[in-house]
């Protein structure tokens, strides 16, 4: 399995921008997708996660700014990016929870990153 992200790029703040990311291989199910980002010196936190019932869950500071959404025939997760803010300068990483062959052998799966950069 492999994950392909696209979208990012440079924008001015207040500006928007979508990220995509598209799973391909051996898939018999998808979980849980989501968006990270690594701030500089930090953990890698979540920006957004969307479960496969629809239910979504976002960083607090991206709350009313970012949506997350998936297409489940394509196997894909998009990150409509909102109200931009320099903060939100940083390489926006995809992932998603897959069951390559059953529901229950499950693994994580992580994209190569996109730059994201605002500036003010």
């Known amino acids: 399995v492999q994950l392909q992200a696209s979208g990012g790029g440079s924008v001015q703040a207040g500006g928007s921008l979508r990220l995509s990311c598209a799973a391909f291989?051996?898939?018999?199910?998808?979980?849980?997708m989501g968006w990270y980002r690594q701030p500089q010196g930090k953990s890698r936190e979540v920006v957004a996660i969307?479960?496969?019932?629809?239910?979504?869950n976002y960083a607090d500071s991206v709350k009313g700014r970012f949506v997350i959404s998936r297409d489940n025939a394509k196997n894909t997760v998009y990150l409509q990016m909102n109200s931009l803010k320099p903060e939100d300068t940083d390489v926006y990483y995809c992932?998603?929870?897959?069951?390559?062959?059953?529901?229950?052998?499950?693994?994580?799966?992580w994209g190569p990153g996109t730059q994201v950069t605002v500036s003010s």
């Open positions: 992932s998603a929870q897959i069951g390559q062959y059953s529901a229950t052998n499950v693994f994580d799966f």
């Open positions: 969307i479960n496969n019932d629809g239910s979504t």
């Open positions: 291989g051996n898939i018999f199910r998808i979980n849980h």
